[in-house]
């Protein structure tokens, strides 16, 4: 299974009609796609002009043949009207000769991450566009690291998230771009059950048993954190978002 972010930001009060859109178009084109097995488009909870479509595949290929086909660039074209446009800008001479300045759009971040592991639908059997609450955590793995993490992950970590409540699907997914990134996916009924799963503490206590294989980078920050106040940042930092799923459809 392959897993496929494309990362946009939004115009204000562009969501509605990028909903619409998507609902329309996007979803119906994916549907006829071969190889694609979901879509979704998410809002993340914390930046809302921020938003994601997530489509999982059943192989790179096909991820890679959709790209080909045309049908991405043409989807992206008629979501370009609800697009925020960069705060960049580049000078250019008009018709006239006189100088103007021409925003410049802001580009969609494509990410691609082979799934490297994942669990059947924990308890209700539901489809994963019923969830309502998708969380993204992001770690960088030692070198040498990551088929240890990969056997943790499958192991322990979807063991326990399983018994978790209101978590529905797990995912662990290698970054296709940036070697040693891995990106853990899970979806929940609610917030409430995401965020009471984060206070709760088992997160922690799950990284602290990971923390070996994590990068040594990372490592030190931990360290450093626990040790004295404040806190350091640091580019292998480990990243958690917030996504609300708008959304979505299974095509299985």
């Excluded at 040498?144 to 978590?167: A, N, S």
């Excluded at 990134?181 to 984060?198: C, G, K, L, R």
């Excluded at 709760?200 to 602290?208: N, P």
Aim: charged share 30%; net charge negative; proline share 4%.
């Amino acid at each position: 299974m392959f897993m496929r972010l494309v990362k946009v930001k939004l115009k204000p009060d562009a969501l509605v009609g990028l909903r619409t859109l998507y609902d329309d178009r996007v979803i119906a084109a994916l549907q006829e796609t071969q190889g694609c097995r979901y879509s979704g488009l998410l809002q993340s909870a914390h930046h809302q002009d921020e938003c994601i479509s997530l489509t999982l595949w059943d192989t790179e290929e096909d991820a890679v043949e959709y790209e080909r086909s045309g049908v991405f660039s043409k989807l992206l074209a008629e979501a370009r009207p609800f697009l925020s446009e960069s705060s960049e800008s580049k000078i250019q001479l008009s018709h006239d000769l006189t100088l103007e300045y021409v925003p410049v759009p802001e580009e969609p971040v494509v990410n691609k991450f082979p799934v490297a592991a994942k669990s059947d639908p924990v308890s209700t059997g539901r489809p994963l566009h019923n969830a309502l609450w998708l969380r993204i955590v992001s770690l960088r793995i030692r070198p040498g690291g990551m088929e240890e993490f990969k056997r943790m992950y499958e192991d322990q970590v979807i063991p326990t998230l399983r018994k978790v409540k209101g978590c529905r699907h797990i995912y662990l997914t290698e970054s296709a771009e940036r070697p040693n990134e891995v990106i853990s996916v899970t979806s929940w009924e609610s917030e409430q059950d995401a965020v009471n799963y984060e206070s709760s503490g088992l997160f922690d206590k799950i990284l602290e048993s990971q923390r070996h294989v994590l990068s040594e980078l990372y490592q030190w920050k931990r360290e450093r954190d626990r040790n004295q106040k404040g806190s350091a940042a640091t580019s292998e930092d480990l990243t958690v978002e917030h996504y609300i799923v708008i959304i979505g459809k299974d095509f299985t």
